[in-house]
């Protein structure tokens, strides 16, 4: 079964603070992994995709499979990153996308 | 394009009633699918589908019922609501299974 774990439900830092967001996933197969965004008042959308390895807002994330972990980097956080994160999996058939249960990133002034 | 639209944006129910949410897109996505948001237990699949006349069952199926005779639209019916049912529902699509997916702006239930 596919299971997301982000262990921490809010995340507060300062502006200008390096941020890790942490994400672990259960999966047997080879998983496709995802971080999805949601800005206040807006839709939840895609922030990055392990498979593009691309950098978005400042924020990369790196899949380690022997930690089973694709923890979400920012180096300095700035406040229009507050938001609520999500990782999220898809399995090898490219159905099903489990989501984490979310962390909320408040960055202060 | 208007992406991914949802109706109706607010919904209050009295429990043992049903309707359907509505779901549409004007992408020409393939892929299909349903989410409830609720507090602590982020975004769970209810169900979704891989292309028209094609559906499957998510983490969360019970009480709810899919049908996709096209490809633009993806209702979302509630057989009998529940208190249980109270949630945030969320459409999304993509072009394919495994790509980005598109999300609705959600549809905020309420079953008393």
């Known amino acids: 079964a596919q299971r997301v774990t982000q262990p921490e439900k809010l995340l507060s830092v300062f502006k200008g603070a390096p941020v890790e967001l942490k994400c672990n996933y259960s999966?047997?197969?080879?998983?496709?992994l995802f971080w999805y965004v949601q800005y206040s008042r807006q839709r939840l959308q895609l922030l990055l995709r392990?498979?593009s390895r691309e950098s978005i807002k400042g924020f990369t994330a790196d899949l380690n499979k022997g930690e089973t972990s694709f923890h979400l980097k920012k180096p300095f956080a700035q406040e229009e990153d507050s938001a609520m994160y999500y990782c999220?999996?898809?399995?090898?058939?490219?159905?099903?996308?489990?989501f984490g249960t979310g962390t909320r990133l408040l960055v202060s002034p | 394009n208007a992406g991914v639209t949802q109706t109706p944006k607010f919904q209050v129910l009295k429990t043992g009633q049903s309707m359907t949410l509505q779901c549409a897109q004007d992408m020409n996505h393939e892929y299909m699918s349903w989410y409830r948001q609720d507090p602590g237990m982020g975004l769970r699949l209810i169900h979704y589908?891989?292309?028209?006349?094609?559906?499957d069952q998510g983490e969360v199926p019970n009480g709810y019922n899919v049908s996709r005779s096209t490809t633009e639209d993806f209702p979302l019916r509630l057989l009998s609501a529940a208190p249980s049912q109270t949630s945030v529902y969320f459409c999304a699509s993509s072009y394919r299974g495994g790509d980005e997916q598109f999300f609705g702006p959600g549809t905020r239930l309420t079953v008393l």
């Open positions: 392990h498979i």
């Open positions: 589908s891989v292309g028209a006349g094609i559906t």
């Open positions: 999966y047997s197969g080879s998983p496709e």
């Open positions: 999220a999996l898809m399995n090898t058939g490219f159905q099903k996308l489990v």
